[in-house]
């Protein structure tokens, strides 16, 4: 039994690395991917173009100015002297964020009384506004304390210290490439084993294969093997790069971590087993996948956040194997997570991989043709 | 020349006249065409030239990877040659492509029919497509739904009808702006013997009243009887070109019906087949036909020779001489039957086969006895795949029972799948493994390990000849040795029962025979063979068949026997296609 599950695998890895488009499909999109969500996707802003509408003029007014000016991620683009460029400017795109000073604002401060400085920002993409908006606050609150501690003014009631814990500096890119991980791991996984069950009905020689005298449950494991092998290696190559090339800190340890890499790429063999024994040729094997992969991305909280989304979606996002991938990934990266913390994330995934691999393996003798 | 054919003009009427176009209406010159599929050099066509005789049926003969489809491709303006010139209709294919297809009619292997259109609508879509005047229409219509006697069937979805009835449609399709030449390619292969009589007839009655010029390709050898011309085609060049009988004439007086007692055929055929002197030798029934070397003077024994009656030749015989010569004439390997039991290997009760609404097995009975070579035979859609991948466990059967060496395979254990050996059409291999690689890995998934397993790659390597191949992709193969390599794969573990899905579709009559060679010593070991074919004559050597048609048996015994049964007067001794002809007929009384 094992010799033959060993030529099965054996075969497998033959048939898959000595084709030119499967080496190419386990190796540059993945790449690719990498580079975008690497250095592409981000939450932060940098460079916010701004204007200033400084109508008072006063040292007040200049240090607030000054705030803004030495903070790295707004850039001045212009000063403004009429009221009626500030529409202009906007409405160009040229700043994403007017400050507007009233006159007698030095003069308010001075004499210990609040002043009002009006915000005017680009709403047209909400998600960056509120970032400008809480960079903004961010400063201002600055501004205030420094305003308080050299005028030996009654400090504010309650001061607010913000740290947030396992990613200090807020980088969203320590978010999204460790959650890369899981993706790529994904993208592999089903590119491996969506095809490979389909190519072989197109061509007839699954047919050849059932005929042998091996089972089904030794067909699932030859053609789960590669998978297994390559989504494995891709995950670890992945974690490598975001460690030593994106810097983002491995903080918990490889047993978990491998634990979880091994159970969700059992799960995504199951699902690309069950599509590709689902379909006829490998064209419905290909579109099958990305029915699966792009659901599965979105749901999963790669970019928005599970507990955002409805409650019926939510419920949803149950069966998605990424989901529970995701939350063992960046908890291990960030947190760094024993098994104790994520023991509940992973029995999902082992439930969900022995649910497909059995619909798998059944389907291989059972789906009509 | 231009300007009278130009005189003549593309229009109706000038298609309907009866006299022939005067000059070739397609003129072929020194044609070359070579593909490079992933780096490798096919010589499709290799300085092809010939002239089509106008107003005349051609036959394009020759076997798969011939240059059939290519030459009809090139002359049919879709194709640029990388040599030579092509002139169709006094045009040149190569400058004037879009003229030339709107002056021809040209009916692709799998004709572009629109399924789930009814035939009406296919009709009406196609002389939009070819822009056939509303006016004409009708009458045209009237005339190909007469001729093809589609008429009663204008309101059914194209996807329901049978094959030969697709087959006819996509013909009628292509005649609808009636074309004064014609390319049909391989028309009548996979179609039942009925419909191939019926296509037959609308063509003859094309050239004949419509005077047309009509290229017909086709694999079947016994086609070529049918054309007033044959070109003939082998590996991308031309063999020769000239009338059917300039082919088989040569060969008459050297062709006899040997009549034998019927156990022991295959040991006289083997013995036959490897006489000096003799060509060809193949069964025929309870007989051997025997094909004598034009060339050499030597004979047979006298003591043989009592019981010999000459026969007529056939155009295969001359395509055997032509190209047979270089033919291995060994003694091929033997292969025994593991535990070589008595009984019936297969039995098959009340079996049926269900996809929606559709039967396409209704009610099948029969069984195969131990070390027989059982076939069965019937047109593409008759019911024989479904039948044959129900007896591999391959398919659920919907209703009756299946047994292979006393197992049901769909739910027997693994070991019984170990006694079985299993070909499919496709010649399934794994195309960009080596041929040891494949070998490699069938010899392990039956279990086989070690020195045993290397022994048995081995034989296969030496067994079909495939020793200087063993480190070429299997892909890359030629189509014969592909052939031959997937019945090493199914040979490995020395299976007591193999299962062979049309074995021969598509290969040459040279690589047909050496299969059937195999197939006889196989039968000699014990070995019990199951063979699906659609050509009439591979019938003959079978033990005993079954004719299917529509998902039913329509006739079950020896060769001879079905062959008996359709004896009338004018009609003594039938060929296997008469007799399933009056099979069919019996079935739908027309």
């Known amino acids: 039994m094992l010799g033959r599950i060993l030529a099965l695998t054996v075969k497998e890895l033959l048939a898959l690395l000595k084709d030119k488009r499967s080496r190419f499909v386990v190796v540059v999109p993945p790449f690719i991917q990498l580079l975008v969500f690497g250095y592409a996707a981000s939450f932060d802003l940098n460079h916010i173009p701004y204007a200033v509408y400084d109508r008072d003029g006063g040292y007040a007014a200049r240090e607030l100015l000054a705030h803004f000016e030495g903070a790295p991620s707004f850039q001045l683009v212009s000063s403004i002297r009429r009221q009626e460029e500030i529409a202009a400017l906007i409405d160009r795109r040229d700043a994403l964020l007017v400050i507007q000073i009233p006159p007698g604002f030095t003069a308010d401060l001075v004499s210990g009384r609040t002043a009002p400085a009006q915000i005017l920002i680009d709403g047209r993409n909400s998600n960056s506004a509120q970032v400008v908006q809480t960079y903004v606050s961010r400063i201002l609150a600055g501004f205030n304390q420094d305003w308080v501690a050299r005028h030996q003014l009654q400090g504010m009631p309650v001061s607010l210290v913000t740290r947030a814990w396992y990613n200090p500096n807020l980088e969203s890119r320590w978010f999204f490439v460790s959650g890369l991980v899981g993706l790529l791991t994904l993208v592999v996984t089903m590119m491996v084993t969506a095809l490979s069950v389909a190519r072989e009905r197109e061509q007839g020689t699954f047919d050849q294969l059932l005929v042998t005298p091996l089972r089904p449950f030794e067909i699932l494991i030859g053609k789960a093997m590669p998978g297994v092998l390559i989504g494995a290696l891709e995950a670890s190559l992945v974690v490598t790069l975001a460690v030593f090339w994106f810097g983002v800190p491995l903080t918990g340890g490889l047993g978990v971590l491998y634990c979880g890499i091994f159970l969700f790429v059992l799960a995504a063999v199951g699902v690309g087993l069950m599509i590709s024994s689902l379909a006829a040729t490998l064209q419905q094997a290909l579109l099958g996948a990305f029915l699966f992969m792009v659901p599965a991305v979105i749901l999963s909280g790669f970019a928005t956040p599970i507990d955002n989304m409805p409650a019926a979606v939510q419920l949803l996002t149950l069966v998605d194997p990424l989901r529970y991938y995701l939350l063992i990934l960046r908890s291990v990266f960030l947190e760094g997570a024993g098994f104790e913390l994520l023991l509940h994330q992973m029995w999902p995934l082992g439930l969900i991989a022995l649910a497909t691999l059995s619909a798998a393996s059944w389907l291989f003798r059972h789906r009509m043709t | ?590």
């Open chain 2, 1 to 590: 020349m231009p300007p009278l054919l130009q005189a003549l003009g593309p229009s109706a009427d000038a298609c309907r006249s009866p006299q022939p176009v005067p000059v070739s209406p397609l003129a072929i010159q020194g044609l070359t065409k070579v593909f490079r599929p992933g780096g490798r050099l096919v010589q499709a066509l290799d300085a092809v030239t010939f002239d089509l005789s106008p107003g005349v049926v051609t036959g394009l003969i020759g076997p798969d990877g011939a240059g059939k489809t290519t030459l009809m491709r090139i002359a049919a303006g879709l194709l640029v040659p990388d040599a030579g010139s092509v002139s169709v209709l006094g045009l040149d294919a190569v400058v004037e492509p879009l003229s030339i297809q709107s002056q021809i009619g040209y009916m692709p292997q799998r004709f572009g029919l629109y399924e789930d259109l009814s035939v009406r609508e296919n009709l009406d879509l196609y002389a939009d497509l070819q822009g056939v005047a509303a006016s004409l229409r009708q009458e045209r219509y009237d005339r190909l739904m007469e001729m093809t006697g589609l008429g009663a069937f204008m309101g059914r979805l194209a996807g329901r009808l049978s094959g030969g009835m697709k087959q006819k449609l996509g013909l009628a399709c292509t005649l609808l702006d009636p074309p004064r030449l014609l390319l049909l390619d391989e028309p009548t292969v996979g179609v039942d013997p009925v419909s191939r009589r019926e296509l037959w007839s609308i063509v003859y009655r094309l050239v004949e009243e419509e005077g047309m010029s009509v290229l017909l390709s086709t694999a079947y050898l016994d086609e070529a009887e049918r054309c007033v011309q044959v070109v003939l085609l082998h590996q991308g060049r031309l063999v020769d070109q000239g009338p059917p009988r300039q082919f088989s004439e040569p060969m008459r007086g050297k062709t006899f019906c040997v009549r034998i007692e019927p156990g022991k055929r295959r040991a006289l055929q083997a013995q036959l087949s490897r006489q000096p002197g003799v060509l060809d030798a193949v069964l025929q029934g309870d007989g051997i036909r025997v094909v004598l070397d034009a060339q050499s003077d030597e004979r047979p024994p006298e003591a043989a020779m009592a019981d010999w009656r000459p026969v007529d030749p056939r155009f295969e015989d001359g395509f055997v001489a032509l190209l047979g010569s270089g033919r291995r004439r060994g003694e091929l390997p033997r292969l025994r039957a593991k535990s070589a039991s008595s009984g019936d290997a297969i039995e098959v009760t009340d079996l049926r086969r269900r996809f929606g609404d559709f039967l396409a097995v209704k009610r099948s009975t029969f069984s195969v006895r131990s070390g027989e070579v059982f076939g069965l035979l019937g047109a593409n859609g008759a019911g024989k795949t479904t039948t044959f991948r129900m007896l591999c466990g391959l398919l659920p059967v919907s209703s009756g029972r299946v047994r292979v060496a006393g197992v049901d395979l769909r739910h027997a254990a693994a070991e019984a799948r170990g006694r079985i050996g299993y070909m499919s059409q496709k010649f399934s291999l794994y195309a960009n493994l080596t041929v040891r690689q494949n070998l490699d890995f069938f010899a392990r998934a039956y279990g086989l390990r070690g020195r045993e397993a290397k022994g048995r790659i081995q034989w296969a390597l030496d067994a079909f000849g495939l020793g200087d191949f063993g480190a070429t992709e299997s892909g890359t193969l030629p189509l014969g040795f592909k052939q031959r390599l997937a019945m090493a794969a199914a040979l490995m573990h020395e299976p007591d029962i193999l299962f062979l899905d049309e074995p021969t579709s598509g290969v040459d009559p040279l690589a047909r025979r050496e299969l059937w060679d195999r197939i006889n010593v196989l039968a000699e070991g014990g070995v019990t063979v199951l063979v699906t074919t659609h050509f009439m004559e591979e019938a003959e050597y079978c033990d005993r068949l079954a004719i299917m048609a529509s998902g039913e048996i329509l006739a079950l015994g020896t060769p001879t026997a079905i062959k008996a049964r359709a004896a009338r007067e004018g009609q003594p001794e039938p060929t296997m296609e008469q007799a399933f002809i009056d099979l069919i007929r019996h079935l739908e009384p027309v």
